[in-house]
């Protein structure tokens, strides 16, 4: 049973960039897609971007022009690149990885805080 591991998150200055890793430990096949999602305390967890296996990708409204999904399908890996990061950014960052039976696995996230 494969789990994720994400990394880089911290505390950052409103303006600034932090660059989010996640990597899966153990088996995991058959990937179909890897996300990243976010919450912050009393809300539901929201999707921030998408990317597919064949490389197609979305993102949230509030991200789009600022933020930047990658991955590298041969090491099952998925990045996330913030870029103008704002105070509102502020949540714990959650990967997700969707195989082909539409099971979801889930990393332990990852804190940002974006503040002066």
């Known amino acids: 049973q494969g789990r994720l591991v994400e990394s880089g998150g911290g505390l950052v200055q409103p303006g600034g960039s932090l660059r989010l890793s996640c990597v899966a430990s153990g088996t995991i096949n058959s990937i179909v897609a890897m996300a990243w999602y976010r919450q912050v305390p009393g809300k539901q967890r929201e999707l921030v971007a998408r990317?597919?296996?064949?490389?197609?990708?979305n993102y949230a409204d509030s991200v789009k022009g600022r933020f930047t999904i990658s991955r590298d399908g041969a090491k099952n890996m998925v990045f996330l690149q913030m870029n103008s990061l704002q105070p509102e950014d502020t949540a714990v960052y959650y990967c997700?990885?969707?195989?082909?039976?539409?099971?979801?696995?889930w990393g332990q996230g990852t804190q940002v805080t974006v503040s002066s």
């Open positions: 997700n990885f969707q195989d082909y039976r539409d099971y979801s696995y």
């Open positions: 990317i597919t296996r064949g490389g197609g990708t």
